[in-house]
């Protein structure tokens, strides 16, 4: 029998439509362009742009490295975490319509393995910010990381004062029947969202837990207790964004300055504080650390590496073989969050330092 992975075949064919109204659109602003000026078609590429951007394809190169996965099967993150943040954020507890909205979004994602690789980009952000400002980072990649960030900060699940968890828990009896995706859990320090309903969640000695879910749970005040209804089984914190400025206020700051300056004079700090080599301190400065996928082959790890460019490569003063051999330092970390937090602690409270030059010594 042949099976056929519908979902991928559905993505693919949209993909294919869309290049094909690219191509449309651009042969008659051709057309046009005589009378229009290249004004249109600088529109026309835009556009090609943003269907990039929306698809996720840019995205997924600009997150590696500090989050593992990637979530080709989201077809609008920014429609995602809208869902989720007026879910989340109202004042009062949303009507079950709403709920039944992301349930139907969550079912044409085709599984839940897309929601856990947009929440992990979520809980990072403070280290895709880094990266967005980083000066070897892609232009391409720098505008998906910033149009990401500013979908994240428009839904609300990053604002200040606030805290967000990812959570796997066990329904209790009283719960499971109506624990289903988009179903909404009021908690002493805000709500809860579950965004993978019910299954069998097998670990490795063999032991089974039944009606496993996860959800999203936005504290309004920072603080976290219990999960009503819910037995908590593993939790996963954002990372802080601790900078005064708020994530708006870094998108607006990376647009209008660019990107920020290399800072070589950071070197021997990060060499010292998180014990690296020369190499390996140039690496986690530029943002680019790899990241291993996690799954296990016959040969060791998986990796997720793009091949760096020429200007990345002059910007690090290194050969691409120098890259990869310390790029393995960063592969062998075992968790996302691990690696995550060393890049997240490269953007400084004020995060306008990162522009300013460096103190001249003595």
């Not at 909404?184 to 805000?190: L, Q, R």
């Not at 998108?251 to 660019?258: H, K, N, P």
């Not at 990107?259 to 400065?285: F, S, V, Y």
Request: aromatic share 4%; charged share 25%.
């Amino acid at each position: 029998m042949i099976e056929l992975d519908v979902s991928r075949v559905l993505d693919q064919a949209a993909a294919r439509q869309c290049e094909q109204n690219i191509a449309r659109l651009r042969a008659t602003l051709q057309l046009l362009g005589a009378a229009t000026g290249d004004g249109l078609l600088a529109a026309a590429a835009a556009a090609e742009q943003e269907s990039e951007l929306r698809s996720g394809a840019v995205f997924q190169r600009a997150r590696r490295g500090v989050c593992r996965s990637e979530f080709a099967r989201v077809p609008d993150p920014a429609q995602t975490l809208g869902l989720l943040g007026r879910l989340l954020t109202s004042p009062t507890p949303p009507a079950p319509e709403e709920g039944l909205r992301l349930g139907e979004h969550g079912r044409q994602l085709a599984d839940g393995n897309a929601y856990r690789e947009l929440l992990e980009a979520v809980l990072a952000a403070r280290a895709l910010a880094y990266r967005a400002a980083s000066p070897a980072t892609r232009d391409e990649d720098r505008i998906a990381l910033l149009a990401f960030l500013d979908a994240v900060d428009a839904s609300g699940l990053r604002a200040p004062g606030t805290a967000l968890r990812v959570v796997t828990a066990a329904a209790g009896p009283d719960t499971a029947e109506h624990a289903d995706r988009g179903r909404t859990v009021e908690t002493p320090h805000g709500r809860a969202v579950v965004v993978i309903g019910r299954r069998v969640r097998r670990y490795p000695a063999g032991e089974q837990v039944a009606n496993t879910c996860e959800l999203v749970e936005l504290s309004r005040d920072g603080q976290f207790s219990d999960l009503p209804g819910f037995e908590i089984l593993k939790r996963s914190n954002a990372i802080p964004w601790t900078p005064a400025g708020g994530i708006a206020e870094f998108c607006r700051t990376v647009r209008d300055r660019g990107p920020a300056p290399w800072r070589a004079d950071r070197i021997p700090q990060l060499m010292q504080t998180d014990r690296l080599t020369e190499p390996e301190a140039r690496i986690l400065l530029s943002g680019l650390a790899p990241a291993s996928t996690g799954s296990e082959t016959e040969t060791g790890p998986k990796r997720l590496r793009d091949k760096p460019t020429v200007a990345q490569l002059a910007l690090l003063g290194m050969t691409e073989q120098h890259v990869r051999a310390a790029g393995r330092r960063f592969e062998e970390i075992p968790h996302d969050w691990q690696r995550a937090r060393l890049v997240a602690k490269l953007l400084p409270n004020r995060f306008e330092e990162l522009w300013e030059p460096a103190e001249a010594e003595g």
